[in-house]
């Protein structure tokens, strides 16, 4: 028996859209909770131990802040990332497939910080909202023939 029938429609929106945002928070959390352990068991079996500090109450408060600093920001740069490949995306088709001005959107959204970890609150790590490319920049000297020189911007007068 389909009880779906029998709600109002604007019931039925209503609970989808708990479904969708308890699911997303779901998703956002276990992903959390799973690239912390991921990145311990990729970094091999060191033996370092753990300091003193980490398990003093001002390391836990650090660990906690961390974790709460990360469920806030998280979500915030998973969404501009987002938004930055369907805007790259669209940049890559209408630019003629130029793949260049496509990477000019794409890495400073989707790279960058995504978790925050204690180093980043003491200041050890810089927090990067926008990513920075490997590649380095490159100079008028570096073009190719067949590519034109980009010209220096004049003041407007």
């Known amino acids: 028996m389909n009880v779906s029938v029998y709600l109002p429609l604007k019931r039925r929106r209503s ?9 997303l928070v779901t998703i ?24 003193a ?17 990360t469920i806030v920001y998280f979500p915030l740069k998973l969404a501009f990332a987002i938004g930055g490949g369907v805007v ?3 940049a890559y088709g209408f630019s003629g497939f130029s793949e260049q001005t496509a990477k000019n959107i794409w890495v400073p959204s ?8 204690p180093d980043h609150l003491k200041g050890d790590k810089p ?23 980009p010209l220096p911007l004049e003041p407007i007068r």
Do not use: H, K
């Open 88 to 90: 790259g995306g669209l």
């Open 110 to 117: 989707m790279y960058g910080t995504y978790v925050i970890t």
């Open 127 to 149: 927090i990067r909202f926008l990513g920075v490319s490997s590649e380095p920049a490159r100079e008028a000297s570096d073009y190719s023939t067949s590519e034109p020189v």
């Open 53 to 69: 500090n980490d398990a003093s109450a001002s390391g836990v408060g650090v660990q906690v802040g961390s974790a709460l600093a």
């Open 15 to 23: 609970l989808w859209a708990q479904v969708f945002v308890f699911s």
């Open 28 to 51: 956002c959390s276990l992903a959390l909770l799973i690239a912390p352990v991921s990145a311990q068991e990729s970094s091999g079996a060191s033996n370092v131990p753990v300091s």
